[in-house]
C-alpha cells in the first residue's frame, strides 16, 4: 500500500517532538518495519509518521548515536502513539 497524505505529514512541521518535546525541526518521520510495508526504496504508509526532532530521527535512522534495533523501535513506537493522539486532539484526523 503507497497512502500518501500532505495533510499528515505537514502536520509534523510545528509539533513537538514526540520523543523529546523539542520544536522546530520536527518532521513526519516514517516507520522503518517491513511488517509495516517497508522495503528497499518503499517507505510505509504515511499514516506509520512519527512527529520527530532532527536529532530524535537521526537516532531511529541510525545516523547517530548507538540505538538497538528495540530501542530505535521504542522510541519511534512511543513518538507515534503521541502523534496520533496530537493528529485527533489538533483536529489533523477526525471520525466521521
Not at 520536527?26 to 520527530?52: C, E, M, Q, R
Request: charged share 25%; proline share 2%; net charge positive.
Amino acid at each position: 500500500m503507497s497512502f500518501r497524505s500532505r495533510t499528515l505529514t505537514d502536520s509534523a512541521e510545528y509539533a513537538p517532538c514526540g520523543n523529546c518535546g523539542n520544536r522546530g525541526t520536527t518532521v513526519a518521520a516514517h516507520a522503518n518495519k517491513v511488517s509495516l510495508g517497508k522495503g528497499t526504496g518503499i517507505k510505509v504508509p504515511d499514516f506509520y509518521v512519527a512527529d520527530l526532532c532532527d536529532v530524535c530521527h537521526a537516532l531511529v535512522d541510525g545516523r547517530l548515536g548507538k540505538l538497538t534495533k528495540e530501542e530505535k523501535w521504542e522510541l519511534w513506537l512511543r513518538a507515534y502513539l503521541k502523534t496520533i493522539a496530537r493528529w485527533f486532539n489538533d483536529g489533523v484526523v477526525a471520525v466521521k
